[in-house]
């Protein structure tokens, strides 16, 4: 039996290169005018991981009253997209490449908190996970994990 | 040179189940909310094929001002849903089992056209493929691809 | 900031329904030619995770010398279908749906893991997330990460 | 009922930056012995699209005599590569970065034919889309469907 160790890959990674890592996310989530729209706020910034939360809204639902799957995705694409930014040089930008998501369990609940962090950082390409949860009073389920890669590019 | 036959490949399977499947889409799309809010509408219905529009809006931005990629993932997601819909049999409802987008031009522009096809049905489950177009005066360019797998549930 | 368990998600989930699995697994890879094609072996078996290890040859190279993605998604593929199958009800058998694959460094070493588990079990489809390491006298690097929606189906 | 032209999305990209593509093309695939030890063929080069046959082969399969993902993927995979490589410039190479495959009918039959086709290309990125049939005496049947993005980096 080999043992693998299923903790933080990026224990040696972690030392941003913008020492001004936070103050550069905030700036661009408040930007986000998607992320005001659908209620999300920053909950935690660290290198390489942010997480982001967001209540429950029925105007983001699908027909059974259950969050749609792309309001949950959109949160999980910033909570990586941001996850990449605080690892990515000054004077970047962040731009989603692609993601795939799959969808867990219904989207129900009082709330839920999306968890993006690094999975490998690069010059140009990044890529980032991010787990959503649902959470509330009772347990906190993984109603979604979303596998994405970022681009960097130098701001225009 | 072997000549490939690209278009549609679904021409053996597309007489519906349900030869009310156009009212059973569009009751189910009056009730997913997600897409009132991002105003989008039902251009087409037809066997294995469903076009969705919707507008440009600054609500459902991202950082640059381009539409958000999970707000685009979002009509994609639907369209999808909805043309995997329309081959189920009745008393059937659809839920996306995962989905990967890939985002392949800045989402600008008046408004977009989000084109679901189903590339294969199943009983239990379905593949579809949908194409996000951004539409306006010029021409139409390509922004996104989403490749979803749906399961079809008896309805509950 | 909220703390976040990364760890396993499964705790609660891991009493397999059919105490024979181990067996069910090893029968069914002994039967994957695949496998003994690529020189893969079964390294552990456990509720919701399997193992598999592969040597580096260069008849399953690209055109650099290193492993070709195909080569690396081959054995993620089946790890993951293995993590399900520990999982599944006796007399199942489990087919991969799909699968994405994110290639994170050169798959170059003396040999690879591939570590397959379960991130959420379900009665229909079955979820699974393999990581790929390069193995050799050095350090351990991960070099892909595998997502996949696994079905498992009464056996014919 | 709007009208989508689902035919080559590439008409105003297909001019081939290196007129010497198919030379690249066959010399860099002469070096992929995973494609040898399957048993691959070019069966056409275009700018854009390159097309890829291979045989049925049992060493290849999966317990049920299938022709396991993995091999498909690793075919698809090249078919992609290299369509992207036809669009790229003079002494660049390509590389995966990642795929998603969705495996749509059982991988049996006399051989299979993986078409391979830029979506999207780009300076960095290109993304492409391979779809695979089974091919035989009867009728050509689409098995899967693989989604790629590939970066081109510079020959090192």
């Known amino acids: 039996m080999v043992a693998i160790h299923h903790g933080p890959l990026l224990e040696r990674c972690v030392i941003p290169q913008d020492p001004a890592y936070e103050a550069r996310v905030r700036e661009s989530f408040s930007r986000q005018r998607h992320m005001a729209t659908l209620g999300a706020t920053i909950v935690s910034i660290a290198p390489g991981e942010v997480h982001l939360a967001f209540p429950y809204a029925s105007q983001f639902c699908q027909q059974n009253g259950f969050m749609h799957a792309g309001a ?18 000054p004077e970047t930008d962040v731009l989603a490449v692609e993601f795939k998501i799959n969808l867990l369990a219904p989207a129900q609940g009082e709330g839920f908190l999306a968890c993006g962090r690094v999975l490998r950082p690069g010059r140009t390409l990044t890529v980032c996970q991010a787990d959503v949860f649902s959470t509330g009073p009772g347990e906190r389920i993984l109603i979604a994990t979303m596998l994405s890669t970022i681009i960097v590019r130098r701001r225009q």
């Open 72 to 89: 949950i995705a959109s949160v999980a694409d910033s909570a990586n997209g941001y996850a990449a930014c605080t690892l990515a040089p």
